[in-house]
């Protein structure tokens, strides 16, 4: 599914127009990003946890010459997918 699907599904599901389900998916999308990138979480009870994780600064392997790169520390966005979610996937 791509953006474009889930509008298109969001729409056939609430009965609003296509414009205002990708208008109010474009809203979720900035609210959930906005928030991580300040170092807030989201948390939709039942879906998941969307949060900024910490990685450390580590040493690689260059795959193609096997020389030692040091990769270093940055932040990168998590998903945690929560009960509801985990059991109907199983």
């Known amino acids: 599914m791509n953006k474009s699907t889930l509008v298109d599904f969001?729409?056939?599901?609430?009965?609003?127009?296509?414009?205002?389900a990708a208008d109010a998916l474009e809203a979720f999308m900035s609210a959930v990003m906005s928030?991580?990138?300040k170092?807030?979480?989201?948390?939709?009870?039942?879906?998941?946890t969307f949060r900024?994780?910490?990685?450390?600064?580590?040493?690689g392997r260059n795959p193609q010459s096997g020389e030692?790169?040091?990769?270093p520390a940055r932040t990168v966005?998590?998903?945690?997918p929560g009960k509801?979610?985990?059991?109907?996937?199983k």
């Open 10 to 20: 969001i729409a056939g599901k609430t009965g609003l127009t296509k414009k205002a």
């Open 35 to 37: 928030n991580v990138a």
């Open 39 to 48: 170092g807030d979480s989201v948390t939709l009870t039942g879906f998941g």
């Open 52 to 59: 900024a994780s910490k990685r450390a600064a580590r040493t």
């Open 68 to 71: 030692t790169i040091k990769i």
């Open 77 to 80: 966005p998590v998903f945690r």
């Open 84 to 89: 509801e979610f985990k059991d109907m996937v």
